[in-house]
């Protein structure tokens, strides 16, 4: 088996990154703080009749590090059964950015109070609004309230987040009872936006609502799975600095990852969480669900066969599943505990004071100096028979770039290529899709952004100057390689200030038969070495199998010269030009939208020749632009009677749409394709969205890149 040489282009985009970028993981048992090289190990220690042991000293435990003996440097023991002796009116923690210093009168605030957090439980009640449908925004804070009038202890310390369009501290963390209800009061039922997971474009067992048209969600689900993660992965960061157990109570009504989405912000909401002792407890706030044949009965009925051969039901079981998955994954690997299929909301709330009563905390400086980013494992043992512990095994060291040698970033890239744990220091975006160039073979175009604000450049000369390592590949389903990309991208500017305003955009591409795969990329800039690896699964249909056989629909607002290299088995080039794909789906009024869609072997009218020509067919297509469930806007109808590209037997359809035709806001756009030959028709739906054109800026300098095999 060969790995398929790609093709590889540079090109500045002109995009806006907005959307992407806006402000936009039982217990965890150990802390690692990079800025004072002290490991934290915490330590539950309970005798053969589960009761926590109080009486251990330093002198009893031993903790080993990667098997070598590490002094304990610091002890502490926290018993949040102790009654505290004082209130806490309000902690600021959470309403200064991480990397934000805070100002002088907050960060004394914050550091007197870090004393009273001895033998306090840290809880973070976390609402996420942005899915949750009306009824379940209730259900939420009332289980929510009851907690505090009913089951929150005298240790609790407890702040309130919510996620809409933008996370917000609603209260942050306090023991005043009025001020917690207060802010979850405050969540009103329309809160929530509901109705996450849209039709999909197919109308097989789906509602029959005499026609009414159902928004495509799944393409948001790309900002809004990712928003959610980073949310959690900010608040991690702010309570880094906190050395004892953090508990977050997560309400949401799933998380379903759908879509081209980045998979490595999953492992690194994890991670970040990991290393801040911060566990995650996750409450399906839609409770236990009857999921009946047929559908439920305030719904209308099923359209096709699928609720009487029971397709439906699978498909009601996977998508109930596939919504919890994720949950159970956030509280699994972060030493929380999932809470799913029940309408008992309270039991998360007495299983957080259960799992953080009373631990030992141990602190040591590791012996092992080295800036690897390698995984060490933890052992700690006791001089005492017949107690169990329950501690975190192990931390990942940090990475330090600036003194590896060429041999080292070599490696440094290979190993974060085949790490489990991802690197999401530089935000790195991707898009892909498939078009069919010969029998069983496809060219999937591959397009990696970085925002530029993200790039540090180095002035030489008259030149600013910045570097970008890429490398790529693309897996089948028993993880063998079947198309790789690496190369160093040099970028040279006049003033880095053109493409602080802008995003960079790396153009490739993999030849491959139709399958399922998994896409992994990971870019470093080479001035300070942060990495951002980005991991999504594609999935290739085989056409031979479909009535209408079409490609991907590619989204554009750039159409650039081609190059020489690289070009001939890129569909996406026509005509000397190319269709630069837009990575985020986000447009301004003042812009044309391109869309680029093919399809192939269409069917031919009676009495046509069956021949590989361009006769006897007819092909009708047009786009639609829906608001929810009401037509913005509509393009004219087109229709194609030949095959214009002979070499794929395809019929290329190339759209030009002004945007200066639609209100900035959210859109699904609707492609409808009519085979009227054959009878067949497809309406695939991707999410975009429209904002308001800036004044004119100074015409922008496109930035350089080498040229791959």
Do not use: W
């Amino acid at each position: 088996m060969t790995a398929v040489s790609p093709i590889r282009r540079l090109c500045a985009a002109l995009l806006t990154l907005a959307l992407l970028c806006a402000s936009l993981p039982a217990q965890n048992d150990y802390v690692f703080h990079a800025q004072t090289e002290l490991v934290l190990v915490n330590v539950t220690v309970r005798d053969k009749s589960g009761n926590f042991v109080r009486d251990l000293k330093p002198e009893d435990f031993t903790v080993l590090e990667d098997g070598k003996a590490q002094k304990v440097v610091s002890f502490d023991v926290e018993n949040t059964d102790a009654v505290p002796t004082t209130d806490v009116a309000q902690v600021k923690l959470l309403q200064t950015p991480a990397k934000t210093a805070a100002p002088a009168s907050q960060a004394n605030e914050v550091s007197a109070a870090l004393g009273a957090f001895k033998d306090r439980r840290l809880i973070v009640l976390f609402f996420d609004l942005s899915a949750m449908e009306p009824d379940e925004v209730d259900h939420a804070t009332t289980a929510a309230q009851n907690y505090v009038d009913k089951q929150m202890a005298p240790a609790d310390l407890v702040a309130v987040v919510s996620l809409g369009s933008t996370r917000q501290v609603n209260q942050d963390f306090t023991t005043d009872h009025d001020l917690l209800k207060r802010a979850v009061q405050s969540f009103s039922t329309g809160s929530g936006q509901g109705f996450e997971a849209g039709s999909t474009g197919t109308t097989e067992g789906t509602a029959d609502t005499g026609g009414s048209f159902t928004a495509d969600d799944t393409e948001y689900n790309i900002f809004n799975t990712d928003r959610r993660l980073e949310a959690l992965r900010s608040i991690a960061a702010q309570l880094s600095h906190v050395d004892q157990k953090k508990s977050l109570i997560y309400f949401s009504n799933g998380m379903e990852r759908t879509g081209v989405e980045n998979q490595s912000e999953l492992r690194a909401a994890i991670n970040a969480a990991v290393r801040a002792n911060l566990s995650i407890y996750t409450m399906d706030i839609r409770g236990l669900q009857a999921l009946v044949p047929g559908g439920e009965a305030q719904n209308a009925s099923l359209r096709g066969t699928s609720g009487y051969s029971g397709a439906a039901m699978i498909n009601a079981l996977n998508s109930n599943f596939s919504t919890q998955e994720t949950l159970v994954t956030l509280a699994a690997d972060t030493g929380g505990r999932a809470f799913l299929d029940s309408n008992d909301f309270g039991k998360v709330f007495k299983g957080v004071q259960e799992d953080t009563s009373s631990y030992y905390m141990l602190g040591y400086h590791s012996t092992n100096l080295a800036r690897d980013g390698h995984y060490r494992r933890i052992t700690v043992k006791l001089n005492r028979e017949g107690l169990k512990m329950s501690y975190r095994k192990g931390y990942y060291a940090p990475a330090d770039f600036k003194h590896s040698n060429e041999e080292e970033r070599e490696r440094q890239l290979d190993e974060e290529m085949a790490s489990d744990l991802p690197s999401t220091d530089l935000p790195v975006y991707l898009s892909t899709g498939y078009f069919r160039i010969g029998d069983n073979k496809f060219f999937v175009p591959v397009s990696v952004v970085v925002p530029g604000s993200e790039i540090p450049f180095s002035r030489s000369s008259d030149r600013d100057k910045a570097t970008l390592d890429i490398i790529g590949l693309a897996l089948d389903g028993k993880k063998l390689p079947l198309g790789d990309i690496r190369e160093t991208v040099k970028l040279a500017v006049s003033t880095s200030a053109e493409v602080h305003r802008k995003n960079v955009q790396y153009d490739s591409g993999f030849l491959l038969p139709s399958g399922a795969y998994h896409l992994k990329f990971v870019v470093r800039e080479n001035q300070t070495g942060r990495t951002g690896s980005f991991e999504t699964d594609l999935v290739i249909p085989d056409l031979k199998t479909q009535p209408l056989k079409m490609s991907s629909v590619v989204l554009a607002s750039q159409i650039q010269p081609a190059g020489k290299k690289g070009s001939a088995n890129n569909p996406l080039v026509r005509n000397g030009s190319e269709i630069i794909p837009s990575v985020t789906h986000v447009f301004t009024s003042g812009q044309h939208l391109y869309l680029y869609y093919e399809v192939y072997d269409p069917g031919r009218e009676n009495g046509a020749a069956k021949s590989k020509d361009s006769s006897g067919i007819r092909l009708l297509s047009n786009v639609a632009f829906f608001q929810g469930k009401v037509k913005a806007y509509e393009t004219p109808l087109l229709e194609t009677k030949e095959v214009n590209a002979q070499d794929r037997h395809a019929a290329v359809f190339q759209l030009d749409v002004p945007l200066t035709q639609l209100k900035p806001g959210f859109y699904t756009c609707q492609v409808n394709v009519i085979d009227d030959a054959a009878g067949h028709f497809l309406f695939p739906r991707l999410g975009m969205l429209v904002r308001q054109a800036k004044p004119a800026a100074p015409a922008p300098t496109a930035a350089s890149g080498g040229q791959g095999d």
